[in-house]
């Protein structure tokens, strides 16, 4: 079976010193989680040294995200960098033809299929990395926040319990405040 997140690092692999250059457009079709409104764009280079295969890059998209203060749909810009290294064993094919060289990856979920790189398992990783952890609407933390406002106010009113409703008709909507 074909895959199209595969890419073929082997030649890197078996000629130490060799770049392999591609760039890379992906909309992560497959990621529920993550919604992108841009296709993440960037490329990734890989070489090997013989003892390790080095891969770097650059990437940029747009991703929706939700506010920290009132959970608006925003749209930020995301931009990372790529710096990984994995170990390489076995003698690579330029060198001898008892061995070849492959990657060892010992990461807790695989990159690898052989030696073709999983690009959208790597991307994916270093993107959700990248995302604000605590992104903000133009109102901000400081200034006040409609929308936050009104779910404040919209919680404060709801009764959980069906005993407690009648005492809901006590509480005048004006006299509740941020």
């Known amino acids: 079976m074909r895959r199209d997140d595969l890419l073929d690092l082997n030649d890197s692999l078996q000629h130490p010193g060799r770049k392999t250059e591609v760039d890379i457009s992906t909309d992560l079709t497959d990621e529920a989680d993550i919604d992108l409104v841009k296709p993440l764009e960037g490329y990734i280079e890989a070489v090997s040294t013989g003892n390790l295969l080095l891969v770097k890059g650059t990437f940029k998209t747009t991703a929706v995200v939700e506010c920290a203060r009132c959970g608006s749909a925003l749209e930020k810009e995301v931009e990372f960098e790529v710096d990984e290294q994995f170990s390489v064993e076995g003698t690579p094919s330029s060198f001898s033809n008892q061995d070849f060289a492959r990657v060892v990856s010992d990461e807790p979920y695989p990159l690898f299929d052989g030696n073709s790189l999983m690009v959208e398992a790597l991307l994916r990783q270093d993107l959700v990395v ?31 319990r069906p005993e407690f409703a009648k005492l809901a008709n006590l509480i005048d909507p004006e006299d509740v405040k941020d």
Do not use: E, F, N, R
């Open 130 to 160: 990248a995302l604000p952890v605590q992104p903000l609407c133009d109102y901000g933390w400081d200034g006040p926040c409609p929308i936050a406002a009104q779910k404040i106010k919209v919680q404060k009113m709801d009764i959980g």
